[in-house]
């Protein structure tokens, strides 16, 4: 019998006989959308019931998830890819309420230690041997971070100290994850939007995905512009353990059920942190996937006012209006394209068309996807705002400019962006060094080399490319890629024509799987004397019919195994024939027939020929 819950002000008894204080807790959100709901023990009696009930009898228990697949074999490490649910987990602050000083301090590289109660029934499935080298998993979208890794400490709830803490428990079904560099746009998109999309989506029953708390346990601000954009992928306001713990440093924060680890399935680009950046190798993201995530954040958006796209057109354009226009996406900081003015009226001129400007500055995310959408393409210096053009809408064009001396083929991310969502990709390179301006007094970080030896400086002018490096402070790379540069706009006219009348065809991959051939039918062998060459030859013919779903699956090949002499044969036709006189003279033949579809093979048909088997099956005889 269900007891009925009583309510009593903000409180409430459950069927396990525990009051507790609801408390609706914003978490650090800056734009709140569900306010994060914790529920708040501080009463001795209320936290020992939690305590024994929940931590001590039934304890946490965690679910990894082994089917891992092709990645465990690409060289990676399994932690890349692993996810676990866990449930009961719970996370404290690191330091006692009392170092406030030193507590402030350390909140920015570390704020919280994870705790999981061992209790009576707990359980513990496909977690690996040894989860300390060198994580359990991992909680961004980035390769190898350890800055990133995830691990929890092993406690029994008896001899767990309780006596300093309050305990807030969170109900809903949360992802735990840390942003890998929320300042940047391009690490938002990539890193942490859509990996979290991507991650939701897999680990969610149908479409309620969005029903997830997402949980950041990472360092970094939680006043930050691109905070707001979290809530596009979740009903909940985002929940900042860093924030918590500032405002509540001596609360036990328990989750029902989380899971831990974050889908790579969706990123395409290694930013070179062990070897030259570039794209995965392993890449699996495909056109479907980004316009499926596209979509989602267009959507999310979709109910905004119109906005003004900026002087002096003032035309207004909305996200469902006809206004296609070429966009500039300009920097304000640094790297300036010089005559970014002459650009705008020459394209303007040559295309008949509009031309706005885009600065993440002048324009919100919000707007910059609503213009991005309905754009013929973007021109840009290479720079994370051409993240944006994620959003382009189909046979859309990206004309990447590059400073002086940085070769463009070294530097791809938004090249192999282009390439997967199937947009149309140009680059340009300035070539002539009088046409740029250098900033050698600035931060090192910024490209200044006054730091260096004069030699050293030297060198750095006088080299002729950026050497192929790691990331990320090589002088070279960061002396060339923050110059101004004064564009050729005849040369940018010409590949905008090119990128919109002289069109390559696209070649997309709108799925990360394959379909897999169906069976063969019928297998049938027959013995039959051919000339070959004008000479009577014994030969084996093996034939088969089409199997159940080959319409829908384009075969590659069909292969014939001959088991005993470990031989195959392959056709593009519906039989084989085999002359080969190992094969010819054998008694016992065992045959193996398989369609191969461009990306998989089907289950072996076995089909096992012998002279007493021939008359018993008149279809499959070799007479």
Not at 113 to 137: Q, S
Not at 154 to 174: G, M, Q, R
Not at 203 to 222: C, H, M, R, Y
Request: charged letters at 25%.
């Amino acid at each position: 019998k269900k007891k009925k819950k009583k309510k009593i002000g903000k409180a409430f008894e459950d069927d396990g006989g525990l009051v507790v204080l609801e408390e609706h807790h914003k978490g650090g959100g800056s734009v709140p959308s569900h306010e994060v709901q914790i529920i708040r023990m501080e009463h001795i009696d209320k936290k020992k019931k939690y305590i024994n009930k929940v931590l001590g009898k039934r304890g946490s228990s965690i679910v990894c998830d082994d089917s891992i697949g092709e990645d465990s074999t690409s060289g990676q490490n399994v932690i890349n890819f692993r996810r676990c649910r866990i449930s009961h987990l719970c996370v404290e602050s690191v330091l006692p309420p009392q170092e406030t000083k030193l507590r402030d301090e350390r909140m920015e590289y570390e704020h919280s230690r994870f705790l999981f109660f061992h209790g009576d029934r707990t359980i513990a499935v496909n977690t690996p041997e040894n989860r300390v080298e060198p994580a359990l998993v991992s909680l961004t979208s980035a390769f190898d971070h350890n800055a990133h890794y995830f691990n929890y400490e092993d406690v029994i709830a008896d001899k767990f100290d309780f006596n300093l803490k309050n305990i807030s428990v969170i109900h809903t079904p949360s992802l735990l994850l840390r942003r890998f560099k929320p300042d940047n746009i391009m690490h938002v998109v990539h890193d942490d939007l859509f990996p979290i999309y991507s991650t939701l989506t897999e680990i969610a029953e149908g479409d309620n995905w969005k029903d997830f708390q997402l949980v950041f346990s990472d360092p970094f601000s939680t006043s930050l512009k691109t905070q707001s954009l979290f809530s596009y992928l979740s009903h909940h306001d985002p929940f900042f353990l860093k924030a918590h713990f500032q405002q509540y440093p001596n609360d036990l924060v328990c989750f029902d059920s989380i899971h831990v680890g974050v889908s790579k399935r969706s990123v395409w680009y290694d930013y070179g942190f062990f070897q030259p950046q570039g794209p995965l190798i392993q890449q699996r993201v495909t056109s479907r996937h980004v316009n499926m995530f596209s979509d989602v954040i267009r959507q999310a958006i979709s109910h905004k006012e119109t906005i003004v796209l900026g002087e002096p057109s003032r035309i207004v354009v909305g996200i469902h209006d006809d206004v296609s226009p070429i966009v500039i996406l300009s920097r304000s900081r640094n790297r300036f394209i010089l005559n970014e003015l002459e650009l705008k009226r020459k394209l303007r001129q040559e295309f008949s068309c509009e031309v706005v400007v885009v600065q993440m500055e002048t324009h919100t995310f919000d707007e910059q996807v609503r213009i991005l959408s309905k754009a013929k393409g973007v021109v840009g210096m290479h720079g994370s705002i051409l993240i944006m053009a994620i959003f382009l809408p189909k046979d859309a064009f990206i004309i990447e400019l590059f400073p002086y001396a940085v070769p463009p083929e070294n530097y791809t991310p938004y090249k192999k962006m282009a390439e997967v969502k199937g947009l149309h990709y140009r680059s340009w390179v300035n070539t002539v060094e009088a046409r740029t301006v250098t900033h050698e007094d600035w931060d090192p970080t910024l490209g200044g080399i006054k730091h260096l030896s004069p030699s050293e400086q030297q060198k750095i002018r006088e080299a002729p490319s950026v050497p192929i490096h790691k990331c990320c402070l090589n002088p070279v790379w960061l002396f060339r890629i923050y110059q101004d540069t004064v564009v050729d706009t005849n040369d940018i006219v010409k590949l905008v024509q090119s990128a919109t009348t002289n069109r390559e065809a696209i070649t997309q991959s709108s799925m990360a799987y394959a379909l897999v051939p169906s069976k063969v039918n019928n297998v049938r062998c027959e013995k039959k004397t051919i000339l070959v060459e004008g000479i009577s030859t014994k030969v084996i013919v093996v034939s088969w019919e089409s199997g159940y779903n080959w319409k829908h699956v384009t075969i590659d090949h069909v292969e014939v195994w001959v088991e005993e002499v470990m031989r195959v044969f392959k056709t593009l036709d519906n039989f084989v024939v085999i002359s080969d006189e190992s094969v010819v003279r054998l008694d016992k033949k065992s045959l193996w027939v398989r369609a191969m579809g461009s990306g998989g093979k089907t289950t072996l048909l076995a089909e096992t020929f012998s002279p007493g088997a021939f008359f018993a099956m008149p279809s499959n005889s070799c007479n």
